[in-house]
């Protein structure tokens, strides 16, 4: 009779502790949603593959992204440090295959996380920032399931000389 007592107090105490992981996030399968995206200036970009969306960009803009959950630091060591894992790509959109790749930095120890290209955009030129699926939450239970596309354009050289 103790056996069997003891076996029904440990099955509901592992039931409840299985239910307290999930509600804390340590166990499920909820994907991570992008909130927002801006930039420094404030501006809100539209999430989007139409860069006509996006337009007068300043070239030296850093873009914030907003997600749902806080992003693992770890995420940014794979784009660092193994280039075909990249997660966060911003390409020229010069054709229809592609344009060349931007270098750029990411930070994902705070909220938002931030995309800076290493050196000022070019002028008047169609930019398309991917934020490819996979991206996972610091518990690693959440993340991201598909791309996120936003695409934009950058303020002509004539009025950036005029601000």
Same mark, same amino acid.
């Given at each position: 009779?103790?056996? &069997?007592?003891?076996?029904?107090?440990?099955?509901? *105490?592992? %039931?409840? +502790?299985?239910a307290s992981l999930q509600n804390a996030g340590w166990w499920g399968d909820e994907e991570i949603t992008l909130e927002k995206a801006s930039l420094n200036d404030g501006t809100t970009l539209l %999430?989007? @593959? *139409?860069?006509? *969306?996006?337009?007068?960009?300043? %070239? *030296?803009?850093?873009?914030? +992204?907003?997600?749902?959950?806080? &992003?693992?630091?770890?995420? %940014?060591?794979? &784009?660092?440090?193994?280039?075909?894992?990249?997660?966060f790509i911003l390409t020229k959109a010069l054709t229809k295959a592609g344009g060349a790749v931007v270098p750029v930095t990411v930070t994902a120890n705070k909220s938002p996380v931030t995309v800076k290209p290493?050196?000022? +955009?070019? @002028?008047?030129t169609k930019y398309i920032l991917t934020v490819k699926a996979g991206i996972t939450s610091n518990n690693r239970a959440y993340w991201t399931k598909t791309d996120i596309v936003i695409a934009f354009t950058t303020k002509s050289q004539k009025a950036e000389q005029h601000k």
């Open positions: 009779m103790k056996n &069997i007592f003891f076996i029904i107090i440990l099955a509901a *105490n592992i %039931v409840l +502790l299985s %999430v989007s @593959p *139409n860069p006509d *969306n996006n337009r007068n960009v300043l %070239v *030296n803009s850093t873009i914030k +992204l907003e997600f749902s959950r806080k &992003i693992t630091d770890t995420t %940014v060591s794979i &784009i660092t440090n193994q280039p075909n894992k990249t997660l290493i050196s000022d +955009l070019e @002028p008047q």
